[in-house]
């Protein structure tokens, strides 16, 4: 039998409620991976209590609760190895219509949350080092595509890539679809933005995090993996 990919690694994943969060964690688990998991409501967390997980109510915009929260999972696994940045929001709206509320709301989920969530994983890992995965999108790599290797510049051997989904089946993506005038029409176009033809699914971007969590992916920091079936080569 080969080993676990993630055999003796603790690793938290944010918005593990969430299509790829929930996919991410089903792989980690599998590969032997000790799991903090955390979401807006730990309460849709259950199923993976009962399996040793140490679950918590995490608001990724609270500076805060992250501190709490790594020292939670320091407190309950003895160290932490892995940080999957994944959770995120999206709001239906365009330059026209969108409120500067929103937009606050938006930038403060998906983008401020991320410079937390890494800076309290440098506390937490800078002495026996690790792994940060911060998942963006195609859309960070078609416009303002940011590198993030900062980490490993300090010198504290921890690595830190990103993942940039493009249209996957979870419940974002389905939200923005039900509200279209055609929804059939939008799904369909969505498929069809990809050479491949269609849609990804959630555990083939959990794939691809997997292997930067992992020591497979010793050598690779300042990575950006598109996992879009195509979109951004055309
Ligand atoms: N699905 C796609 O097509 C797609 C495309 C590109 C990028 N992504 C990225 O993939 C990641 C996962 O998205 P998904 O498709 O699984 O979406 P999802 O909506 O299924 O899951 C997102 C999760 O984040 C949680 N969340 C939202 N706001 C939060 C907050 N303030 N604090 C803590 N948790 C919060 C939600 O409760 C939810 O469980 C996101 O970073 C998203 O931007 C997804």
Redesign the pocket.
């Known amino acids: 039998m080969r080993p676990a990919r993630l055999g003796g690694k603790v690793a938290l994943i ?2 593990s ?5 929930g996919a991410t964690a089903a792989l980690f688990e599998a590969e032997g991976a000790r799991l903090a998991l ?3 409501d730990a309460a849709s967390l259950a199923p993976f209590v009962e399996r040793g997980a140490l679950t918590l109510s ?4 609270d500076e805060a609760r992250w501190r709490e929260v790594i020292d939670a999972v320091l407190k309950r696994h003895g160290q932490l190895d892995v940080v999957v940045n ?4 999206a709001i239906v709206g365009n330059i026209e219509n969108t409120t500067l509320a929103d937009w606050r709301k938006t930038q403060a ?2 983008s401020e949350s991320v410079f937390l969530g890494c800076r309290e994983a440098v506390r937490a890992m800078k002495g026996r080092g690790g792994s940060i995965v911060n ?1 963006s ?2 859309a960070g790599v078609i416009g303002d595509a940011q590198s993030v290797d900062y980490c490993a510049r300090k010198g504290y051997r921890i690595r830190c890539n990103s993942v940039h ?4 089946r ?4 389905e939200g923005f679809i039900a509200t279209a005038r055609n929804p059939k029409r939008v799904r369909e176009g969505l498929a069809a933005a990809a050479p491949l033809g269609r849609m990804g699914e ?1 555990s083939e971007v959990a794939a691809a995090i997997l292997y930067l969590a992992s020591d497979e992916s010793a050598f690779t920091t300042g990575a950006e993996i598109v996992v879009d079936g195509g979109l951004t080569a055309q």
Do not use: H, W, Y
């Open positions: 944010t918005g409620a969430g299509g790829i969060g955390t979401d807006l995490q608001d990724v915009t994944n959770a995120a929001m989920v998906n998942i999108s195609v989904p493009s249209f996957t979870t419940a974002m993506v959630a």
